[in-house]
């Protein structure tokens, strides 16, 4: 085994891709397309570019990137190879991981024997130790993990901290310069000026231009950020650790791609069906227009929690009556994760279908829209060509705003019983697992902190930046 | 007027109908009979007989959609799907599961909601519109926009903190109310201070904000520039005439939730301990008893599809100029 384990890198691996995961492969693509596509087209352009205009836009937007690379990252899943077998081939293992998890490997593997608050030594609990001398005393073991490398060195704990805190700023100052300067240099070869003229400029920022200054800021923090975790959460548990002593700041980085793939998945599956039957309602009336409203009236007048909680019970005891279809409990709760998004969708899409039914019904009426009938272009192409780009806008906004209210809503339902699976990492199990030791004297109060603090940085950014893409599409708000 | 509402009420049969199948689909399709029956008999007493016996009490011994054995119309009426809709269309829910009269349970604890949610739609109501009148008549100053990012970061707290931190801070720091419980009568006004005010404080980013824009869409109209011609102050124009001209929209706005406040609020009835009809609901689905989920997705359809009718009611009733045909 040990001259196994000497032979086999990290990167002996075979993909294993869930079907989340494929449902953001092609979310990325499509969002790639639309840039590509974006690009060449000033009126799609101009929008985009009133945004990141905003100082508040910009900021979030790079924020969002931020968790948006962490999730991303997580969503790269793979098995790793752990033995080789007499013949010489490997031997892969039965759990997958992600990509997400080999870069923070020392936080995932540091697993403490129960709960210890942020930045402790010891364990939450007494325990009994045995001494060298062979008595035994009750009282708070040394952590395995948590500050344990204070042991063979001479500082204490503050000094420790304060030194890989100025370790941490140093470094993460020298790569905001070398960020600065290389942003500056792409700009200056951009713009045809001198790295000097581009340099100024930026610092003393203009009126209609890109927010230099909080692009700088934003990043800054950020790369600190990811240079304070390297320097402090690999020997302390920062955000503490939980009741089986896994490290909170490592769930709370994991929950984020399950609040993404929540956000953004559930519009994705969801739109199409949206998209189609709201402008066919409006489009063609009659009886493809009562039949497409009463499906929509009828589902929407349903409690949509209580039909949400009605399908995951369902798709509960699906699963429970067909073990065979899923091999791991990763796929088991990969699939929850999928039907979840699945349902949320359905419960969600009715808003949507009924603005579109309504811009529809405004836009066939339009002239160039008469226009169009009267040279006998198609049915499929007047939609295709005439009306999906005049509603396109509508569509963005409501995706936008939906995002914020999906995350916060996996959180609830995850309270309710019918959120995620319990096997699955997210901020809805975390604060569901943290409430009931609130009752506890001293009160365990980290995990339930990391995972707010988490999902409030996340919505309020997306909270924002739809606004701002709000403020930019909707018609009626533009100056 | 009448003849409206006798329409609309018979719109929300083919509704009801859809809803029915929907919530049908949901549970019988995947879960059989047999399934449930199983599952409310525990491990040990499954056998044949103790299944077919609790399918026949409970009325579950039928074909699902259609019968063959019977002739004409019984070939549809004699299934479950005929037998239990319809007892929910005349509103008797029947037994739960476990064996309990539901309608009986519903209108017991139909009360401990209503006494959460009015108080919580009242004051959240006079929060909302106070706070939204202030931003609204400071706008454009540091009070309006800092007031509107209040509000944003307001919306972006999840509603499981403002519960949690509420029942923290006010009960186990400050020992001002209980943490959780419910009596009835005058007793239990202590239980109810804490869920209501951590309603209205988790509402008030999100009524803040609509309020605001549906106030500032109000300022800019004419008859507020003729009535500041006249001579008024600002805080006169604010109260006399925008107040009235918005309240149309707030309350139309309001009264479609109305109907709804009978079936209580999911999370805040079960972290209170109170014995509402959210808590009900929360309870069946951790033991899996259909009938009261069913029975309760039907009450909130119907619920929704009144206070869909009285929010058109409203409309005319507050603005004559519209005519319901």
Redesign the interface.
Known sequence: MNTAENTIAWWQVVPSILWTDWLVYILLIAIGVFVFHARKHEHLRAPWRHILRRRLAMSSCIILLAFATIGLLDSVHFRQAVDVREDGSLRYSNESVSLFDQLVLPLKKNTEKTYSAPFATHLYSKENIELADGSVIRDYPLLKYGGAHLTDSSLGMSEDIQARIITASWQAALSVVLIVLALASWQAVKRKQQLGCVLLRMWRGEKEGVPWKTVFTTLGCIVLLIYLSKELATVYHVFGTDKVGQDVFYLTLKSIRTGLVIGTLTTLIMLPFAIMLGIMAGYFRGWIDDVIQ??Y???????S???I???V???Q??ID?NPDAFTTLQQRADVKLLALCFILGITSWTGLCRLLRGESLKLRESDYIQAAQAFGVSNFKIITRHILPNVMHIVLILVVLDF?GLV?AE??LS????GVDPSMISWGNM?NGA?LE?AREPIVWWS?MAA?IF??LL??T???FA?AVRDAFDPRLRK | MLAYITRRLFYAI??LI??NL??FA??FV??TPD?IARLQLGVKNVTPEAIQKWKANHGYDKPLLYNENKTGREALTETIFYTKSVRLFVFDFGLSDEGRDISHDISQRMWPSLAIAIPSLIVGLLVNISLSMLLAFFRGTYIDVSGVITG??L???????YI?GG??IMS?LWHLVPISGYSEGIAGFKFLILPVIIAVVGGVGSGTRWYRTIFLEEINKDYVRTARAKGLSELKVLFRHILKNAMIPILTGVVVIIP?LF?GS??TE?FFGIPGLGSY??DA??A?D?AI??A??FL??VL??IGLILTDISYTLVDPRIRLA
């Open positions: 009463y499906i009236t009828t589902l929407s007048s349903i409690p929690v209580l039909l909680v009605a399908a019970l369902m798709i005891v699906l009556n914020s916060l959180a609830v309270y309710v019983g019918v604060i409430r609130m339930l707010f999902m409030l919505v309020l997306a909270n924002l606004d | 083919p509704i859809g809803v929907i919530t949901l549970f995947v879960n399934n944003v970061v919306i972006s707290i999840s509603a499981l903190f949690i029942q923290y186990k709804l079936m999911l999370l079960s609901t929360i689905i951790h899996q259909f989920v069913r309760m997705v909130g359809s929704y599809i």
